[in-house]
């Protein structure tokens, strides 16, 4: 298994510029997770699906976030225009079903510059 | 949502025991207690879990109170490899998915 994949690993932009971030969760997982991590903040979860269905959203910062999930295998979350406080580190993460003995899968996360 | 409390910080010396402490005093009956670590660079990864009883796998062991409002991850031998941050956090309920809320963890370093 080949774990939580995530592209780009590193993505360097300018202001203004739209940005797209994408993440194929581990085959057969129900969930998908996507987080945001800064040093002022942590860990921020902006987003998660079920069965591809976006279930909370509250975490997303703003209008210039959006994320889909069109299939059971890919999702992508898009920032534009971008702006230079979204430089983070974003993580997807996935897991196969509800119940506390479930585990989170996850990628090796995107490192995001927006100059 | 139940929050958990660690120490920001803590040493250790290459090849002790190290005991990381969490407190949990609002879980609930449902709630899992989970432990993720966050290595340089990469995202968290799972460590262990446990509802009531203490657990052990290859990487910890993880100590219930006998109320449920603390726990402490232990980690036998600590290895340069083991310097992480560490996030003590109550799983989601059975019913529906909570939101999983990380904290700051609590950042181990160790000593050669």
């Known amino acids: 298994d080949a774990g939580v994949i995530q592209s780009p690993r590193h993505e360097v932009t300018e202001m203004g510029q739209e940005v797209t971030l994408r993440c194929k969760p581990i085959?057969?997982?129900?969930?998908l997770f996507w987080y945001r991590q800064t040093m002022m903040r942590g860990l921020e979860l902006l987003i998660y699906?079920?069965?591809?269905?976006?279930?909370?959203d509250s975490g997303m910062p703003e209008d210039r976030f959006s994320a889909k999930m069109p299939n059971a295998s890919f999702s992508t979350l898009k920032i534009q225009p971008s702006e230079p406080r979204d430089s983070a580190v974003y993580f997807c993460?996935?897991?196969?079903?509800?119940?506390?003995?479930?585990?989170?899968?996850f990628g090796s996360g995107t490192q995001l510059s927006v100059l | 949502d139940a929050k958990t409390t660690q120490p920001n910080s803590m040493e250790s010396n290459e090849e002790e025991p190290v005991h990381l402490p969490c407190n949990h005093s609002t879980i609930s009956g449902t709630d899992y207690i989970h432990w993720y670590r966050q290595l340089p660079s990469q995202g968290p990864e799972y460590v262990i879990h446990g509802l009531t009883s203490n657990v052990n796998n290859r990487m910890a062991s993880l100590a219930i109170a006998e109320d449920r409002k603390s726990s402490t991850l232990i980690l036998h031998r600590a290895t340069l490899r083991d310097a992480a941050v560490y996030y003590c956090i109550l799983s989601w309920r059975k019913t529906s998915y909570d939101k999983v809320i990380f904290g700051p963890g609590t950042s181990l370093s160790v000593i050669p």
């Open positions: 993460a996935s897991s196969f079903r509800p119940g506390g003995n479930e585990k989170l899968f």
């Open positions: 699906f079920n069965n591809n269905v976006p279930i909370d």
């Open positions: 085959s057969g997982h129900d969930y």
